[in-house]
């Protein structure tokens, strides 16, 4: 089980300051979207750049010219790249092809989709690394959870790694280890904190007890 911190609302040097802080307990940096729209892909770069051994996502969440994208995405240091589920199967294709010939991976996010399990199980077989049930900020303040998409996806996948996002923090964390993803996103459960390094500490240690329990 792997853990992701997701940067949304931060630009290029605050990114690198926040990761100083938790390095040592996560294992992807998410560079958000919202970062990558006000800022491009150089956040990309810069942040893989200062923190070589840590693997960067790129949330781009792409819908269409999907290979061009991964290869930009690829190009600045990505070594995972988000796509949209909504996406056509042939963007689909086209995102997994192109990251297979980079050495990356796709992690596609399954934001705003209805038919979770038909829609999974149809990502499996186009060869996705990555499927995540994504809570988006919006539905979050509705008081919506993912658990149950989480295990809806779990039960159709075949090869494809589960992740999940939105709104995690320490106090939900024994719930989405019961889910037992793949890949554990954490956002503003670790940035709006003060220590954001003990923070970090502290969701690692529940995740790898939980592994050993």
Avoid: W
Wanted: proline share 2%.
């Amino acid at each position: 089980m792997k853990l992701q911190l997701a940067l949304d609302l931060v630009n290029i040097p605050q990114a690198i300051e926040v990761v100083k802080e938790v390095e040592a307990f996560i294992d992807i940096v998410e560079i958000g979207t919202p970062v990558i729209n006000k800022e491009g892909l150089k956040a990309v770069a810069e942040v893989k750049a200062a923190f070589p051994d840590l693997e960067v996502l790129a949330d781009v969440k792409i819908m269409d010219a999907a290979a061009y994208e991964v290869s930009n995405a690829a190009a600045a240091g990505a070594d995972i790249v988000t796509i949209l589920a909504q996406a056509e199967d042939s963007s689909i294709k086209g995102a997994v092809e192109e990251a297979k010939k980079q050495g990356k991976k796709i992690l596609v996010d399954m934001i705003a989709v209805k038919d979770i399990k038909t829609r999974a199980a149809e990502l499996d077989e186009l060869g996705a690394d990555y499927i995540c049930v994504h809570t988006g900020y919006d539905l979050q303040a509705e008081g919506k959870d993912s658990f149950e998409d989480l295990r809806t996806i779990k039960s159709v996948v075949k090869n494809a790694k589960t992740a999940i996002a939105g709104g995690i923090k320490l106090e939900t964390l024994p719930e989405v280890i019961k889910a037992q993803p793949d890949l554990i996103i954490v956002g503003g459960g670790i940035t709006s904190k003060e220590n954001k390094g003990a923070e970090a500490e502290k969701i690692q240690k529940m995740m790898k007890e939980s592994v050993t329990a």
